[in-house]
């Protein structure tokens, strides 16, 4: 039984190591990989990850945050209203699941929530690359980089995500970031980025919060993933001016579709077929995915009068210098 639970622990820090260079790399939310890895890794019930996930994430967001805060990258005036709006959904969403959900099948219906917030999350990652290629080709942002707030939409954005990440903790980063850059063009990526860190803080604290009341903490599974989330953050913080990044982040579409798919798989999701998995569906999304998102890409670049391939490349997309000036790699504007 120690081997097992040694072997176990060893399995969740190397997880979280792996994922957390990943987050430094990109900047990418973890919860969109990090609860997908843990329950693929069979470490505890789905609702057991969550909260252990969304427990290791208040504590290295903060970090994040207060880095930002600190360099004044944030909006507060905008992610007060996120928080407001975020907070009291990221308390009641673990518990909507649980009073809408047969106690026997909260563990399926967990799960086939995930996979649908990891294909909504590719979605939303893949339309934020697309919305700073048009930023891009127009010449920057367009609009006030100090924007007044709009405390409805913000609010109703805030809600919408504090509901997905208390679910499911996938949603802080990807689809609340998204949002934001529709609702507020002008906005700079630096300052998008920092509001998107300070409100997540507490969003995710609020989710794990309520998590920890209705599930309880594993600390078995907790201590390692901070153990290695933390450390693998810092070092993919520090190794990522030196690693090409577009192929990471195609990557990541790639694994948060092919996860979403499996995870809706592994729940008995009827339209793939409650009563088998089917692996080979599985792989046949990622190769699809792997040839499709270039190709798809390279015609979105071709319809901005730019060629298939070459810059901007999309690390440049996600550089707030290069989206700020369009111009670095001596492009011609329209």
Request: glycine share 12%; aromatic share 4%.
């Amino acid at each position: 039984m120690t081997d097992l639970v040694t072997m176990t622990a060893l399995s969740i820090l190397v997880a979280g190591f792996v994922v957390g260079i990943v987050v430094g790399l990109t900047g990418m939310g973890g919860g969109a990989l990090m609860t997908p890895a843990l329950i693929f890794l069979g470490v505890g019930e789905a609702a057991t990850v969550v909260t252990a996930d969304l427990t290791a994430a208040a504590i290295y967001k903060t970090g994040g945050a207060v880095v930002h805060a600190r360099e004044g990258s944030p909006n507060l005036s905008l992610a007060k209203w996120l928080i407001i709006g975020s907070v009291p959904m990221a308390l009641l969403g673990p518990h909507v699941l649980a009073w809408f959900t047969d106690p026997d099948e909260l563990d399926q219906a967990l799960i086939l929530s995930i996979g649908f917030a990891l294909l909504l999350a590719a979605s939303t990652y893949a339309l934020r690359l697309y919305i700073n290629l048009r930023r891009v080709r127009a010449g920057g942002p367009t609009g006030d980089p100090n924007p007044p707030v709009r405390p409805i939409p913000t609010l109703l954005v805030g809600a919408l995500g504090g509901l997905l990440v208390g679910i499911t903790s996938v949603g802080s980063g990807s689809v609340i970031m998204v949002a934001l850059l529709m609702l507020y063009p002008g906005l700079s990526a630096v300052k998008l980025v920092g509001t998107d860190l300070v409100q997540a803080v507490p969003l995710v604290l609020a989710a794990a919060i309520s998590n920890i009341a209705l599930n309880g903490i594993d600390l078995g599974i907790l201590i390692p993933l901070v153990a290695g989330s933390v450390p693998g953050t810092l070092l993919g913080s520090t190794l990522a001016p030196k690693v090409p990044q577009s192929y990471i982040r195609r990557g990541i579409v790639v694994v948060l579709t092919m996860s979403g798919v499996a995870l809706l798989d592994k729940s008995g999701w009827s339209v793939l077929g409650a009563d088998e998995t089917h692996p080979m569906l599985i792989a046949g999304v990622g190769i699809a995915t792997l040839v499709l998102v270039p190709l798809v890409w390279g015609l979105l670049r071709k319809e901005q009068g730019l060629p298939m391939f070459g810059a901007p490349t999309v690390a440049e997309l996600e550089d707030p210098e290069y989206v700020a000036t369009g111009n670095r790699s001596g492009q011609s504007r329209p």
